[in-house]
């Protein structure tokens, strides 16, 4: 059983278009993240949401615009697409811990997106 | 600003020889520790966690981690590594509630 997964894996696709990116998590967990790994493997959180709303929103341009149509998933849209915006896209969700206990927040993440612009 | 070093970029060994990835992060108040593990061409995979209790804690493949307060730090070790620990590592911390903040990662080479 896939946890959380990610359509498509690759995507190959010309400076100035349009695409997206969907992620889908079979987890039942509340949040789910972006996230966006470099040329040198640097991974950066892009955004966060918690039930459909967003919580964190990083310095990220707003030709990308997330949105989460249900809390299972959280599609990321690309405008007039440029060079640097190549690299792996990881989706990831986690759930918090009971109140009282540990804050659980392990993340699971999704196999990733590699996005070529050309 | 809050932010996790990784010491070493690009770790080099023979198989059998002990390791050591060094991580130190700069957060003030309760952390989650952790540690991935991305084999070449794959997705992050979790290799162990720290949330509280014992400071020193097993991951899967024969991997440990221990928390040290007082430094700030999380290194991981592994007492003999195999080929097929060729991957790049990641350090992460969180706060409740937030997402990761990842180190730049280190690149382990083993050598058969």
């Known amino acids: 059983d896939t946890a959380v997964s990610q359509t498509p894996k690759y995507l190959v696709t010309q400076m100035g278009n349009d695409k997206s990116i969907k992620c889908e998590q079979n987890?039942?967990?509340?949040?789910m993240y972006w996230y966006k790994q470099d040329s040198k493997k640097f991974l950066k959180i892009m955004f966060s949401?918690?039930?459909?709303?967003?919580?964190i929103n990083e310095t990220v341009p707003n030709r990308f615009s997330p949105k989460s149509p249900d809390k299972a998933h959280l599609n990321l849209h690309i405008n007039s697409l440029e060079l640097g915006d190549s690299a792996v896209y990881f989706c990831a969700s986690s759930q918090e811990g009971e109140k009282g206990g540990p804050p659980y927040n392990e993340q699971f993440f999704g196999p990733g997106t590699r996005l070529t612009v050309l | 600003a809050q932010s996790v070093s990784q010491h070493n970029h690009h770790v080099i060994l023979s198989e059998a020889a002990s390791l050591e990835l060094g991580c130190n992060y700069s957060y003030g108040g309760t952390v989650n520790l952790f540690w991935y593990v991305q084999y070449p061409g794959q997705h992050l995979q979790l290799l162990l966690k720290?949330?509280?209790?014992?400071?020193l804690v097993k991951g899967i493949k024969g991997f440990e981690a221990e928390f040290i307060k007082s430094k700030f730090s999380f290194n991981l070790r592994k007492p003999s590594v195999q080929w097929s620990d060729t991957a790049e590592y990641f350090c992460a911390v969180s706060q409740a509630g937030t997402a990761l903040i990842f180190g730049k990662g280190t690149t382990l080479s083993v050598s058969s």
């Open positions: 987890l039942g967990h509340d949040t």
């Open positions: 949401y918690n039930n459909k709303e967003l919580i």
């Open positions: 720290y949330f509280s209790g014992d400071p």
